[in-house]
């Protein structure tokens, strides 16, 4: 270990007083499931953390009736205001036990400390706070007087950000007034189940919140009961079309949150240091597992060579390893199927003729890891240039004229993201209006926050979270 | 004094702003309610339903390129060209539908007025759907809604004007392109709109009108990779969930069927349907 080298810096996992095993949340208690109980692993160690109940479709049943009821016999007819200080007691619950959640988060999903810690849970608490505050104002959400709510939502997130999409998916939902049924990714359910307990000691009235864990077959009863009014998916464009054509004709109000491929624009008289810094937030940011990384860059010829050398250089000064420590700053990648496909993608990547780079890295011993990885060389055709490869890997392209970088910008089904690098604001605005994508970020990347609407164009789904817009996804005379 | 041997009009589609005949060749007999021949009308094919879809996607760059200021005198001359042509308007609804001059006439004045409404909401819709957000952090952040696309449409199929200007002129506004599919049983009206389209300085493409069976036509339209948004509103009486579940291969943005009053009424939430919301973040400070 040289002077410049960093000691270990753990966190520690003392707060933590998880159970070996967890059920349902059905009704405001933890109950027993029907299916198969799973074990929930640690990606960076590959050992189990707790195991997991199963829901199947009985359960589902449940938890869906748990969630009728307490719409009609109580959510529903609680005024705004109450709806909204339940919200508020939720987010200061989880201010007080963000370091337990960060860690539980980073301890199940593999990323980095300094990201749950950071990013990740203080935006869970700030969307409970926002929506919070919606409650009792929703005559002013542009909706016209009164809107109403929907009913039961049945919510399925991704293993991404799991607690963060939670709180995407429950708290306008439950602003609105609607009550939820929601399912997290099977390799990620931990933070959910904590959630359980906040909601418990928020006093929530039963069956507001309901959590049940599973996998695919899971997700699918609750996304085809019938007794539910609402579906919000946030996942792959795979699975979501097959919910679209699940939902179809049966009056269920749908949003969905889908994959993405976005362009990060690098024009030649962007702010370098600053655009180098965002190119790599903009696809190692939570080891590029995010449906909007900057994972296509496109950077004007003229700099090409330069933005390449010190993305390197910067490339390896990446930490890679263990996500508890404070000084990592790339994770583990989520789960052994995960690591396959981005595996796959990147050796299809090299078979078709890009170039591959990542820096030197020492691994753990167990553990799911990738190597930050840097393509050139990469043509629009290639496969790594059009499919979502959700993990830490960059491809380069390059482009000469505005009308070029936008032209290939827009040349995918997706349209979730896109960044643009530019000193000249007359450059920005004009390129971001033609970009078809439902969020821009000039000068920055991956910035989230309640009061911001994210959502997609195209393939990359339909629907709005965050906002005023995000509202409309939970009201009658909202738009879809 | 002579008397003049009408000359009567040949009901073509409307496309990329000419009218041509469908490519298939084929034609159907529309008839007053009674049976008596009106004219006949172009039975479009698959092929005149994907040719629609390629005119409205040339014409999408240049219609949602528009200022809305633009776009909204567009719709206004629409106004005022169908207003100076209403009385064959009248007549058409009258002999299609078998309804007298002044249920015909009323419905002429509500189509007017309708273009009249969505005119006017060209330069404002995108200050009320869209809005700064107080973002915690020092940017600049504001969302604002865009044209989805080329969307195609199936008219709502009892009225010959109506239904028809009340799903086309709130797609319009944001600077979406049509295809439309018109009522199947009253589609003289629609191609007759068509020539007021194409004499309202609306560019060519931005609207295409299609005649002859839902059925037919819009299963090709509710799978087709290039149409954005899918407005079912008029399908009601179609195998509409199977154009929905088509519609989902692409994730196309579908408004479901509507009946009655609530299909024609003008509505906000109609322009906003078919709009995509874009978020732009910009530091304030940091660079």
């Known amino acids: ?480 | 004094m002579s008397t003049h041997l009408s000359v009567p009009k040949t009901y073509k589609l409307f496309v990329g702003g000419a009218f041509p005949r469908s490519e298939s060749g084929r034609v159907y007999e529309v008839t007053t309610p009674k049976g008596g021949f009106l004219a006949n009308a172009a039975q479009a094919s698959r092929k005149d339903a994907r040719d629609a879809v390629v005119a409205a996607r040339a014409a999408v760059s240049g219609w949602a390129g528009a200022t809305a200021y633009n776009r909204g005198q567009v719709l206004y001359r629409v106004a005022e060209v169908l207003e100076g042509r209403r009385a064959q308007f009248e007549e058409e609804i009258a002999a299609q539908q078998g309804v007298s001059g002044a249920v015909a006439r009323a419905q002429v004045d509500e189509a007017i007025d309708l273009w009249v409404w969505y005119a006017g909401w060209a330069d404002k819709f995108a200050q009320v759907a869209g809005n700064a957000n107080p973002v915690a952090g020092p940017y600049f952040n504001i969302s604002v809604p865009e044209p989805t696309g080329v969307v195609a449409v199936v008219a709502p199929q009892q009225s010959a004007l109506l239904g028809l200007v009340a799903t086309v002129a709130p797609a319009l506004v944001a600077g979406n392109t049509v295809v439309v599919v018109a009522s199947e049983a009253h589609p003289l009206s629609a191609i007759t709109l068509g020539e007021v389209l194409a004499t309202s300085d609306l560019p060519k493409g931005v609207v295409n009108v299609l005649t002859g069976s839902p059925a037919e036509i819009a299963p090709w339209l509710a799978s087709h990779d290039d149409v954005n948004a899918l407005d079912l509103t008029g399908a009601g009486e179609l195998e509409w969930i199977d154009l929905e579940i088509a519609a989902a291969q692409t994730l196309k943005r579908v408004l479901r069927p509507l009946a009655g009053a609530d299909a024609v009424a003008p509505s906000l939430s109609r322009i906003t349907a078919l709009t995509e919301t874009k978020t732009v973040w910009h530091p304030k400070s940091l660079l």
């Not at chain 1, 399912?183 to 959590?211: D, H, R, S, Y």
Request: net charge negative.
């Open chain 1, 1 to 480: 270990m040289s002077f410049l080298d960093y000691a270990p810096a753990p966190e520690s996992t003392a707060l933590l007083n998880l159970r070996p095993e967890y059920g349902l949340f059905i009704d405001g208690e933890f109950t027993d499931g029907h299916g198969e109980s799973f074990a929930t692993i640690s990606p960076a160690t590959e050992k189990p953390i707790a195991r997991v109940a199963s829901a199947d479709a009985s359960d589902i049943d449940r938890a869906v009736a748990a969630a009728r009821k307490a719409y009609e016999k109580r959510w529903s007819t609680l005024s705004g205001r109450d709806r909204g200080k339940y919200l508020f007691r939720i987010a200061r619950l989880v201010q007080e036990r963000a370091r337990e959640l960060a860690v539980a988060e980073s301890l199940d999903n593999g990323k980095p400390i300094k990201e749950s810690r950071d990013v990740d849970v203080p935006l869970v608490a700030a969307w409970f706070f926002y929506y919070a505050g919606w409650a009792d104002k929703l005559d002013h959400a542009g909706l016209g007087a009164n809107p109403r709510a929907l009913g039961v939502a049945g919510q399925v997130i991704p293993w991404n950000f799991p607690l963060l999409m939670l709180a995407w998916k429950i708290a306008p939902a439950l602003a609105a007034g609607n009550t939820v049924v929601l399912k997290p990714a099977e390799t990620t359910p931990l933070t959910a189940l904590l959630f359980a307990e906040i909601v418990q000691q928020a006093g929530l009235p039963a069956g507001v919140v309901n959590i049940v864990t599973g996998a695919g077959e899971t997700g699918r009863a609750l996304v085809n009961h019938t007794d539910v009014n609402k579906v919000a998916f946030t996942g792959s464009t795979a699975v979501g079309r097959e919910i679209a054509r699940a939902v179809a004709g049966t009056g269920k109000r749908l949003t969905l949150e889908l994959g993405g491929k976005a362009a990060n624009i690098v024009f030649d008289d962007a702010p370098i240091d600053q655009a180098i810094e965002g190119i790599v937030n903009g696809i190692f940011f939570n080891q590029g597992h995010v449906c909007c990384a900057g994972s296509r860059l496109l950077v004007q010829e003229s700099i090409h060579d330069e933005v390449v050398d010190r993305l390197k250089a910067r490339l390896s000064t990446l930490r890679v390893g263990d996500p508890l420590d404070k000084n990592t700053d790339v994770g583990a990648i989520n789960s052994a199927e995960q690591l396959e496909r981005i595996r796959t993608l990147s050796e299809i990547g090299e078979a078709e003729g890009a170039e591959r780079w990542s820096p030197a890295c020492e691994f753990p011993e167990n553990g799911f890891w990738f190597a930050p990885t840097i393509f050139t060389n990469v043509a629009t055709s290639h496969r790594i240039a059009r499919e979502e490869i959700f993990g830490p890997v960059l491809s380069v392209l390059t482009f000469r004229t505005p009308a070029e970088a936008i032209a290939k910008a827009n040349n995918t089904p997706y349209g979730l993201s896109a960044g643009i690098w530019s000193e000249k604001g007359s450059r920005i605005l004009a390129v971001a209006d033609k970009l078809r994508a439902g969020v821009v970020w000039a000068n920055t990347f991956n910035r989230f926050d309640p009061a911001s609407p994210f959502g997609g164009y195209k393939e990359s789904g339909f629907g709005r979270e965050g906002g005023r817009h995000g509202l409309a996804a939970y009201l009658e005379g909202g738009v879809r």
